[in-house]
Nanobody, 126 residues
């Protein structure tokens, strides 16, 4: 049974940093894409970043480019999202996801992922 468990969320002031972790278990994720999505109150879930487990290739949503970095540790089966220069508009529940998207467009959309974690709350105060 695939499990994705996020951690590392919390309350931080604008300009601060947080590192989210997603520990994956239950299968081999070679070939998978691992994504981070976020959902703010009253808004739809939106793509943040994704990384191909094998190649390490990454893609980011424009609003987080240069501030967020996605990475993975193969030995620990863990994906990270380093978030710097946080803004109040980054406030949301952040979800980790795993899937087999066939295209870059699919990798940047929720439909490209079949497994989801429960999420971790990130709150950025102004």
């Amino acid at each position: 049974q695939v499990q994705l468990v996020e951690s590392g969320g919390g309350l931080v002031q604008a300009g601060g940093s947080l590192r989210l972790s997603c520990e994956a278990s239950g299968r081999t994720f070679s070939g998978y894409a691992m994504g981070w999505f976020r959902q703010a109150p009253g808004k739809e879930r939106e793509f943040v970043a994704t990384i191909r487990w094998t190649s390490g290739r990454t893609y980011y949503e424009d609003a987080v480019k240069g501030r967020f970095t996605i990475s993975r540790d193969n030995a620990k089966n863990t994906v990270y999202l380093q978030m710097n220069s946080l803004k109040p508009e980054d406030t949301a529940v952040y979800h980790c996801a795993a899937g087999l998207p066939l295209t870059t467009a699919q990798a940047m959309g929720a439909n490209g992922y079949g497994y989801w974690g429960q999420g971790t709350q990130v709150t950025v105060s102004s």
